[in-house]
């Protein structure tokens, strides 16, 4: 079965860096766009980032260009979010996600505060 496990959450103070990695399991994993979405305290979703199949195209919200990259191993079946410049705001649960579908997975705390 579909499977997504997110990793690399925690605490960071503001200007600081993490990384996040999903990994997928139980589909052709190189055919499938993969979001990361982020749900921040008593807010509603927001998508973060997407890269398509082959990693060659990426999107990305306002607010996080320039500081997070996302790219994707499809020998390991992973993508990562590599997220600088942290701030305060960006404190939420994120998440991976296949477009078009109900498969999430679990959620990774990232918590920016000093």
């Known amino acids: 079965q579909v499977q997504l496990v997110e990793s690399g959450g925690g605490l960071v103070q503001p200007g600081g860096s993490l990384r996040l990695s999903c990994a997928a399991s139980?589909?052709?994993?190189?055919?499938?766009?993969i979001n990361w979405v982020r749900q921040a305290p008593g807010k509603g979703l927001e998508w973060v980032s997407a890269?398509?199949?082959?990693?060659?195209?990426?999107w990305y919200v306002d607010s996080v260009k320039g500081r997070f990259t996302i790219s994707r191993g499809n020998a390991k079946n992973t993508v990562n979010l590599q997220m600088n410049s942290l701030q305060p705001e960006d404190t939420a649960v994120y998440y991976c996600?296949?477009?078009?579908?109900?498969?999430w997975g679990q959620g990774t705390q990232v918590t920016v505060s000093s």
């Open positions: 996600h296949i477009p078009g579908t109900n498969y």
């Open positions: 139980g589909f052709t994993f190189s055919g499938y766009w």
């Open positions: 890269i398509d199949g082959g990693g060659g195209t990426t």
